[in-house]
């Protein structure tokens, strides 16, 4: 009877079905791993006030309890503290997030529970996220409104100064990456101009004329635009708020520099839920601040789907392009046979060796060549000489070019013969007859060589840090300025941002929950490609059956 049951094939079967299983199990466990310890961190944590009996002094800390861990006893001993009076052989500690960071050494500290002589959570403690230096925690002294002290709801009027503050700073930012960015812009563009026609002999007296009345009127544009954004800046500057902090010493801080201001101790559930939300459009819609550890990933989220779809549009082409000559034009033969092993092999490579061929020919020798043809006068500065996301999206998809001929090769081996056959017999050419039936029925297949170009490209990082990806880049690589699309611009990555967050971080504790929310960002942002691949890919699948039959 077991015999019989190993030769019917079902223990291979149950065999086959419990390895997937385990497998869809560990990734979905990962991902959850991953949202849990990203995601939670933009729930407003309790703050606590900690009073400690330390071996020199009393001393309070006020902060988050960021994590907790047990230490054995002789591992504290070591490092001179007398812990004979406690029988227990593990301690607890845990890491205090206390901010404040321009009045302390380390904005986190451990704190072992023997010191701790009293914890309490009082609902006055605020927390302010600030622009600079971190979050602040402390209590709320007094509220300063145009240099008046206010007495009268003040947490109300706090809040109201913290949002009209954030909009003031709001408008200023536009107004300086916008209309002023734009004139600082135009004057590049006319410096350029004028080099060029000194480099062509062509500078004439009406042009010189015409460039200089030019300059004029945008440097008069721009002082009007300067002195909104001065009175902008002013207006943000002038309420303040007083916070005594664990120090026990009453701060000042400017409420330009706070970007929000909440009480977490004395929040209900759907306060902070609320707040939960806000924090988590601000980490997907805001700049990156404080060296990537504080603020948002948007700069890096947008050149990365940017950098994905460029390089999409620019292998799709060439590989279906390579697919068709090799199954439908080359003989079969043993240079046939030495390509497909080739491209084969391509797949194979070390990605940063992919990365060194795109710096060496693609930003060296093409970008070098563009910038000494058509951008002369922009030298010595290279204009695509030098790393940005038209070489990465290049390079990237010599890197994933193998997927895309491969898996359209299997499209086009997989229509039978007799549809060739019929057409050819009908009187269409066979170039009407690749383009009206051979590849809108192996389209599907196409779009799968893109769905794993694409889910190989967004996760790549070593070759990118050498061809255009950069920590912190100061534009995007699309904006409101001729010609809009910027190839040549650096831009930000969200792999290259764990990388850089988890491992060239200052603060590594800071940054610990930013590169798991990071990575589920990343995640999401391949699954949205993917499932959009996906969906294209069925309804072409479903357009094209009838031509199967």
């Given at each position: 009877m077991v015999k019989q049951w190993f030769k019917s094939g079902s223990p291979w079967i149950w065999m086959t079905g419990g390895a997937v299983s385990i497998s869809l199990i560990s990734v979905l466990g990962l991902l959850a791993?991953?949202?849990?310890?990203?995601?939670?961190?933009?729930?407003?944590?309790?703050?606590?006030?900690?009073?400690?009996?330390?071996?020199?002094?009393?001393?309070?800390?006020?902060?988050?309890?960021?994590?907790?861990?047990?230490?054995?006893?002789?591992?504290?001993?070591?490092?001179?503290?007398?812990?004979?009076?406690?029988?227990?052989?593990?301690?607890?500690?845990?890491?205090?997030?206390?901010?404040?960071?321009?009045?302390?050494?380390?904005?986190?500290?451990?704190?072992?529970?023997?010191?701790?002589?009293?914890?309490?959570?009082?609902?006055e403690l605020a927390v302010f996220e600030r622009s600079?230096?971190?979050?602040?925690?402390?209590?709320?002294?007094?509220?300063?409104?145009?240099?008046?002290?206010i007495t009268d709801n003040k947490?109300?009027?706090?809040?109201?100064?913290?949002?009209?503050?954030?909009?003031?700073?709001?408008?200023?930012?536009?107004?300086?990456?916008?209309?002023?960015?734009?004139?600082?812009?135009?004057?590049?563009?006319?410096?350029?101009?004028?080099?060029?026609?000194?480099?062509?002999?062509e500078l004439t007296d009406e042009r010189v004329a015409e460039l200089a009345q030019a300059r004029a009127e945008l440097r008069a544009e721009y002082t009007v635009l300067e002195k909104q954004l001065f009175a902008l800046r002013k207006q943000a500057k002038r309420d303040q708020v007083t916070v005594r902090d664990m120090r026990g010493e009453v701060v000042t801080l400017p409420l330009y520099q706070v970007l929000d201001v909440w009480f977490p101790n004395d929040m209900g559930f759907?306060?902070?839920?609320?707040?939960?939300?806000?924090?988590?459009?601000?980490?997907?819609?805001?700049?990156?601040?404080?060296?990537?550890?504080?603020?948002?990933?948007?700069?890096?989220?947008?050149?990365?789907?940017?950098?994905?779809?460029?390089?999409?549009?620019?292998?799709?082409?060439?590989?279906?392009?390579?697919a068709i000559y090799l199954?439908?034009?080359?003989?079969?033969?043993?240079?046939?046979?030495?390509?497909?092993?080739?491209?084969?092999?391509?797949?194979?490579?070390p990605s940063i060796v992919y990365g060194v061929f795109g710096l060496?020919?693609?930003?060296?020798?093409?970008?070098?060549?563009?910038?000494?043809?058509?951008?002369?006068?922009?030298?010595?500065?290279?204009?695509?000489?030098?790393?940005?996301?038209?070489?990465?999206?290049?390079?990237?998809?010599?890197?994933?070019?193998?997927?895309?001929?491969?898996?359209t090769e299997e499209g086009l081996s997989r229509i039978p013969s007799t549809v060739r056959h019929g057409s050819l017999a009908l009187g269409a050419t066979k170039a009407e007859t690749l383009w009206r039936i051979i590849i809108p029925m192996a389209s599907p297949a196409i779009m799968t060589g893109l769905i794993l170009a694409v889910a190989r490209a967004a996760g790549e990082v070593a070759p990118l840090m050498l061809v255009g990806v950069v920590k912190m880049a100061p534009t995007l690589p699309l904006d409101g300025n001729f010609p809009y699309i910027h190839l040549d611009r650096k831009f930000m990555h969200l792999g290259f941002h764990i990388y850089d967050v988890g491992f060239q971080s200052p603060n590594v504790e800071a940054a610990r929950p930013l590169v798991y929310a990071t990575a589920f960002l990343l995640v999401s942002v391949i699954i949205a490609l993917n499932i959009t691949a996906i969906g294209i890919r069925n309804h072409l699948r479903e357009k094209f059956r009838a031509l199967e039959h």
């Amino acid at each position: 009877m077991v015999k019989q049951w190993f030769k019917s094939g079902s223990p291979w079967i149950w065999m086959t079905g419990g390895a997937v299983s385990i497998s869809l199990i560990s990734v979905l466990g990962l991902l959850a791993m991953i949202a849990w310890k990203g995601l939670s961190f933009f729930w407003p944590s309790e703050v606590v006030q900690l009073e400690l009996q330390g071996s020199v002094e009393k001393q309070t800390v006020i902060g988050e309890v960021y994590d907790r861990e047990l230490v054995a006893k002789s591992r504290i001993e070591a490092t001179g503290v007398d812990l004979s009076h406690y029988d227990k052989e593990q301690l607890e500690r845990l890491l205090i997030k206390t901010g404040n960071r321009e009045y302390v050494a380390l904005d986190f500290r451990w704190v072992l529970e023997t010191d701790i002589t009293s914890r309490t959570a009082p609902a006055e403690l605020a927390v302010f996220e600030r622009s600079k230096n971190g979050n602040f925690y402390g209590y709320v002294e007094q509220v300063i409104k145009d240099g008046e002290v206010i007495t009268d709801n003040k947490i109300d009027v706090l809040y109201d100064l913290v949002d009209r503050a954030v909009d003031l700073n709001d408008q200023a930012l536009d107004l300086q990456n916008g209309d002023i960015g734009h004139i600082n812009y135009e004057l590049e563009r006319l410096r350029l101009r004028e080099k060029a026609y000194q480099l062509d002999n062509e500078l004439t007296d009406e042009r010189v004329a015409e460039l200089a009345q030019a300059r004029a009127e945008l440097r008069a544009e721009y002082t009007v635009l300067e002195k909104q954004l001065f009175a902008l800046r002013k207006q943000a500057k002038r309420d303040q708020v007083t916070v005594r902090d664990m120090r026990g010493e009453v701060v000042t801080l400017p409420l330009y520099q706070v970007l929000d201001v909440w009480f977490p101790n004395d929040m209900g559930f759907f306060a902070k839920l609320g707040h939960y939300f806000v924090q988590l459009g601000k980490f997907v819609a805001d700049d990156p601040r404080e060296a990537n550890t504080e603020g948002g990933v948007f700069p890096a989220i947008f050149g990365t789907v940017f950098m994905v779809l460029l390089m999409a549009v620019i292998v799709t082409p060439f590989g279906v392009v390579a697919a068709i000559y090799l199954h439908e034009y080359a003989a079969k033969n043993a240079v046939t046979k030495m390509i497909r092993i080739a491209v084969i092999n391509l797949a194979g490579v070390p990605s940063i060796v992919y990365g060194v061929f795109g710096l060496g020919f693609f930003v060296y020798m093409l970008g070098g060549s563009i910038d000494q043809l058509f951008y002369p006068e922009s030298s010595p500065s290279p204009v695509f000489g030098t790393p940005g996301v038209i070489w990465s999206a290049l390079t990237l998809a010599i890197l994933t070019l193998p997927v895309v001929i491969v898996s359209t090769e299997e499209g086009l081996s997989r229509i039978p013969s007799t549809v060739r056959h019929g057409s050819l017999a009908l009187g269409a050419t066979k170039a009407e007859t690749l383009w009206r039936i051979i590849i809108p029925m192996a389209s599907p297949a196409i779009m799968t060589g893109l769905i794993l170009a694409v889910a190989r490209a967004a996760g790549e990082v070593a070759p990118l840090m050498l061809v255009g990806v950069v920590k912190m880049a100061p534009t995007l690589p699309l904006d409101g300025n001729f010609p809009y699309i910027h190839l040549d611009r650096k831009f930000m990555h969200l792999g290259f941002h764990i990388y850089d967050v988890g491992f060239q971080s200052p603060n590594v504790e800071a940054a610990r929950p930013l590169v798991y929310a990071t990575a589920f960002l990343l995640v999401s942002v391949i699954i949205a490609l993917n499932i959009t691949a996906i969906g294209i890919r069925n309804h072409l699948r479903e357009k094209f059956r009838a031509l199967e039959h």
